[in-house]
């Protein structure tokens, strides 16, 4: 088994990898929208407290693949060896159609098995996160 990490990919928010390889396989873990090289969530605002006001999930889906596809490329495989991707979103009923939008336009040649599931929270104040399979 390999573990993989990236510099140029957010880093993560606990004791993880971005990436393990077994076998053929690249497992990635959990993947946010964080701007790499900083805490900054794409699209989020907050108010003079600190307490988030309000989010972009365009914003936040655009930056997830990317982050993605940075985790996907530092280990050695690529976006159209993905074949598995988990997609977690906060607020299913308001986000799925545009995330979906979004979804449509970055695997329209690869099309991996995909599950989205709605969750109350993650960790930081994020609306998606990314679980994902590639080959390499």
Known sequence: MSI????????PVGL????RKVGDLLFLSG???RKPGTDEIPGNVYDE?????AYDIEAQCRSVFDNVR??????GSSWAKLVDVTVFLTNMKD???TYNSIY?????DNQPCRTTVEILSLPTPIA???????TV
């Open 31 to 33: 993947v946010g929208p």
């Open 4 to 11: 993989y990490e990236s510099s140029k990919a957010p880093k």
């Open 49 to 53: 407290t600190g307490n988030l006001t």
């Open 16 to 19: 993880y990898p971005h990436a």
């Open 70 to 75: 940075i985790i996907l490329e530092e280990s």
């Open 128 to 134: 998606i996160e990314l679980k994902c399979i590639a």
């Open 95 to 97: 986000d799925f159609k």
């Open 104 to 108: 449509a336009e970055y695997f329209k």
